[in-house]
Nanobody, 121 residues
Framework: QVQLVESGGGLVQPGGSLRLSCAAS????????MGWYRQAPGKLRELVAV???????NYTDSVKGRFTISRDNAKNTVYLQMNSLKPGDTAVYYC???????????????WGQGTQVTVSS
């Protein structure tokens, strides 16, 4: 009943920018942490960025200073602003949210469908 819908991926040149968004919908009681994973061809999936319900953030070292994660709690939406993109950022990006459904007693992780980001000249 809970869904995450991603948007904002695409093809950009090195040095360009993209903004990803992910909106949660359904029978939601509350949302804890939200974040973004990515998986590049031939590589392991990695956590890119996470933001808590209180606004604290963490980033993997390779994106620090270039990416910014944010959230709009009123819209149940998380964003990833990606600047100074590099070819190494090419991957499928997946959002996730730790969500408590209405009528339930604990949270679990929900995943978006994935959006392709390609950085190439």
């Amino acid at each position: 009943q809970v869904q995450l819908v991603e948007s904002g991926g695409g093809l950009v040149q090195p040095g360009g920018s993209l903004r990803l968004s992910c909106a949660a919908s359904g029978s939601i009681f509350s949302i804890n942490a939200m974040g973004w994973y990515r998986q590049a061809p031939g590589k392991l999936r990695e956590l890119v960025a996470v933001i808590t319900s209180g606004g604290s953030t963490n980033y993997t070292d390779s994106v620090k200073g270039r990416f910014t994660i944010s959230r709009d709690n009123a819209k149940n939406t998380v964003y990833l602003q990606m600047n100074s993109l590099k070819p190494g950022d090419t991957a499928v990006y997946y959002c996730y949210s730790e969500i408590v459904r209405r009528g339930y007693w604990s949270w679990r992780a929900y995943w978006g469908q994935g959006t392709q980001v390609t950085v190439s000249s």
